[in-house]
């Protein structure tokens, strides 16, 4: 008899059949959740010669885009917080509720947040969370939107994203998904909403192609500008040019520096797409986010000629570094670049601090700024010794070092 065939079940048995079914469901999904967020953080994905965890989920298990996408999201958060993989298990949490909690969870919300959440639908949970943080504050974006929405007219409201860590309205994160579907052979639909700042560039690029594109199809203006942005970028990334080798350059010092003629010739020679080949043979096929790796790290002696030198995709550039140096060795790397980073964020700021008070000490913007340049050593300290601190370094004070300092205009 067919297994799938169950005209003959009795409806209590079916309906029993059925709930052990789900639950059995919502079990083997937290403990696939569990295995996703597990190769993930042990990156199996790049030896396995995957750019990132969706490419490995999508080509490798052949998940759906939506699917992958929707459960790596959900197992990365169910990692920081693993009470989720008890309340997806007992059926409390569905993955579309995971992802609608993951950008408001924090370790002191988190029991309140999945309480709240249990047992409630897509669109309860949404509710609860617009109680719980209003979104008034993106109202006047919506309404400025240009009129290129859908064929409807309509923004959908489940499409804005709104980030309540950036409450100011101008710096409000929204955003549709742009669509890109094929229409015809060789025709494409291109549906996406853009800002004023691009809509106004548009515009303004029309009017520039005046005479070359009379109509001035937004099409054809695209393709212009994408030609325009690729030749820049090839360039600057690749050093792309129409007279290779038209000048010779002198070697540089930095062992890190590649010549141009080097990365044009390794762009060519690998196709612009990551060399990295895993043990069972897959090539990974990212060709963005391409980096250019050392075949031997410039630690050991490697040299920036076309033989030494290697397209490689940001995960495998990571990932050889990792097997040559040791995954920790390589985490603690960036974490100190990260902090480097973040410092010296962190000094621009305090410098910048200290520019608005020498303005109003009758300092030029561009003099206050080289002035207050001199805080950066000095970022811990109070505003006002910054302030001092910068005006010391002025050979010829106009005023006495020891005087109150005269405040900005609010
Ligand atoms: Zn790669």
Not at 83 to 100: E, H, K, Q, T
Not at 152 to 179: H, M, N, S
Not at 234 to 259: V, Y
Not at 321 to 332: D, I
């Amino acid at each position: 008899m067919d297994r799938y065939s169950l005209t003959h079940v009795p409806d209590p048995v079916l309906l029993r059949g059925l709930r052990a079914l789900v639950a059995q469901d919502c079990a083997t999904t937290a403990m696939l959740l569990a295995h996703l967020a597990e190769v993930d953080e042990r990156r199996l994905y790049a030896a396995a010669g995957y750019p990132s965890m969706f490419a490995w989920c999508v080509e490798e298990l052949r998940l759906s885009e939506d699917v992958a996408y929707k459960r790596i999201q959900a197992a990365r958060t169910a990692r920081r917080f693993p009470v989720i993989f008890d309340a997806v298990a007992n059926g409390r949490l569905n993955l579309s509720g995971v992802m609608l909690l993951a950008p408001h969870l924090g370790e002191a919300n988190v029991d309140e947040m999945l309480a709240a959440a249990a047992g409630r639908t897509r669109a309860g949970i949404e509710e609860w969370l617009a109680q719980r943080s209003p979104r008034s504050e993106l109202l006047p974006l919506v309404t400025q939107l240009p009129a290129v929405q859908g064929p409807e007219g309509q923004l959908a409201p489940g499409r804005v994203k709104f980030d309540d860590t950036q409450p100011a309205p101008e710096r409000v994160a929204f955003a549709t998904p742009a669509r890109l579907a094929p229409v015809a052979t060789e025709r494409y639909s291109l549906q996406l909403t853009i800002g004023k700042g691009t809509h106004d560039k548009l515009r303004h690029a029309q009017a520039l192609l005046g005479h070359a594109v009379p109509a001035g199809e937004v099409a054809e203006v695209l393709d212009r500008a994408l030609d325009a942005l690729i030749g820049q970028l090839e360039r600057r990334k690749f050093a792309a040019t129409g007279r290779p080798g038209s000048r010779p350059r002198k070697p540089s010092a930095n062992p890190r520096h590649i010549p141009a003629e080097v990365r044009r010739a390794v762009w060519q020679r690998d196709g612009g797409q990551c060399t990295f080949v895993s043990a069972a043979g897959h090539r990974c096929e990212a060709r963005t986010r391409i980096e250019y790796d050392h075949v031997e790290p410039i630690a050991r002696g490697g040299q920036a000629t076309v033989a030494g030198i290697r397209l490689r995709c940001r995960a495998h550039n990571q990932y050889t570094a990792e097997c040559a140096f040791g995954a920790g060795f390589m985490s603690r790397k960036r974490e100190a670049a990260q902090r480097a980073a973040r410092e010296a964020r962190a000094r621009a700021a305090a410098a910048e601090e200290v520019v608005p008070w020498l303005r109003a000490l009758g300092l030029r913007t561009d003099e206050a700024r080289r002035r207050a340049a001199n805080c950066e050593t000095i970022p811990d300290a109070p505003l006002e010794e910054r302030v001092r601190h910068a005006l010391s370094c002025i050979a010829r004070p106009a005023w006495h070092p020891a005087a109150p300092l005269p405040r900005p205009a609010p």
